[in-house]
């Protein structure tokens, strides 16, 4: 079983493919979205979650997806049709990097995704490029909460504190307006969530060829959530403007 494959069975119970509770999202959309007519980008929308909360949210919203899975992208689709919301969203199957658009967006996301780029900067400078006179940028990052053992950091990735993290966010031209940091019970909810899903499918379809591997990686994964990073790793999204224009 591949990654994506894996990805897909995790999530199967917190769709939302980082560690925010619903109201969470709302809020974090709500403050993105204060007019409810803009047209929003998604850049590595996977499934397009935040995409179909935000056109579930406001009927005149319109939205595009940009993500390479195109299992991923078949399941927005679905969703999307299924909402009845699929005539105001357009998805796209390529690179993130490569995309562009002939019209700007209101609404710049990026949650969880910021590797698609290589980092934090790299990737508001892509919404930068995509962004409208006087849009927002809604972004999720991870940040050090204490400091990291050598193995969570080679786990993870070399982020930094989230007093820095915002620092450089500042730095690069940007004023937060609105921020979240996800609290101890989102961050527990989600690795319990992805975990007990993916050992769950696992139970459950013993005779599949790929069940001992998947049970496998669920445990080995929360494993690694328990004893090398849980304690110190976080996770803050901003919701940004561009400082001028």
């Given at each position: 079983?591949?990654?994506?494959?894996?990805?897909?069975?995790?999530?199967?119970?917190?769709?939302?493919?980082?560690?925010?509770?619903?109201?969470?999202?709302?809020?974090?959309?709500?403050?993105?979205?204060?007019?409810?007519?803009?047209?929003?980008?998604?850049?590595?929308?996977?499934?397009?979650?935040?995409?179909?909360?935000?056109?579930?949210?406001?009927?005149?919203?319109?939205?595009?997806?940009?993500?390479?899975?195109?299992?991923?992208?078949?399941?927005?689709?679905?969703?999307?049709?299924?909402?009845?919301v699929h005539e105001r969203l357009v998805l796209h199957h390529q690179e993130a990097a490569d995309f562009s658009s002939p019209h700007p967006f209101d609404l710049v996301l990026s949650v969880g995704a910021t590797h698609a780029?290589?980092?934090?900067?790299?990737?508001?400078?892509?919404?930068?490029?995509?962004?409208?006179?006087?849009?927002?940028?809604?972004?999720?990052?991870?940040?050090?909460?204490?400091?990291?053992?050598?193995?969570?950091?080679?786990?993870?990735?070399?982020?930094?504190?989230?007093?820095?993290?915002?620092?450089?966010?500042?730095?690069?031209?940007?004023?937060?307006?609105?921020?979240?940091?996800?609290?101890?019970?989102?961050?527990?909810?989600?690795?319990?969530?992805?975990?007990?899903?993916?050992?769950?499918?696992?139970?459950?379809?013993r005779a599949d060829p790929d069940s001992s591997q998947v049970l496998e990686t669920a445990g080995t994964r929360r494993s690694e959530w328990l004893r090398a990073y849980r304690d110190t790793w976080g996770f803050v999204c901003?919701?940004?403007?561009?400082?001028?224009?």
């Amino acid at each position: 079983m591949n990654r994506e494959q894996i990805s897909r069975l995790a999530h199967a119970d917190h769709p939302i493919k980082s560690p925010l509770d619903d109201d969470s999202v709302r809020r974090l959309l709500e403050r993105g979205l204060p007019r409810g007519d803009e047209r929003v980008l998604d850049l590595g929308c996977g499934s397009g979650e935040w995409l179909l909360r935000a056109l579930a949210m406001h009927p005149q919203v319109r939205a595009e997806g940009v993500d390479i899975s195109e299992d991923a992208l078949g399941q927005a689709r679905q969703a999307a049709s299924s909402l009845g919301v699929h005539e105001r969203l357009v998805l796209h199957h390529q690179e993130a990097a490569d995309f562009s658009s002939p019209h700007p967006f209101d609404l710049v996301l990026s949650v969880g995704a910021t590797h698609a780029y290589g980092g934090l900067l790299p990737t508001l400078a892509a919404a930068r490029r995509h962004l409208a006179p006087g849009g927002r940028v809604l972004i999720g990052e991870g940040f050090w909460d204490d400091e990291p053992s050598r193995e969570a950091v080679e786990m993870l990735g070399d982020f930094t504190d989230l007093a820095t993290t915002v620092d450089r966010v500042v730095a690069d031209g940007w004023t937060p307006v609105h921020g979240h940091v996800s609290t101890r019970s989102e961050l527990d909810d989600y690795e319990w969530a992805c975990w007990g899903s993916l050992a769950s499918w696992a139970l459950d379809h013993r005779a599949d060829p790929d069940s001992s591997q998947v049970l496998e990686t669920a445990g080995t994964r929360r494993s690694e959530w328990l004893r090398a990073y849980r304690d110190t790793w976080g996770f803050v999204c901003l919701v940004l403007r561009r400082t001028s224009d």
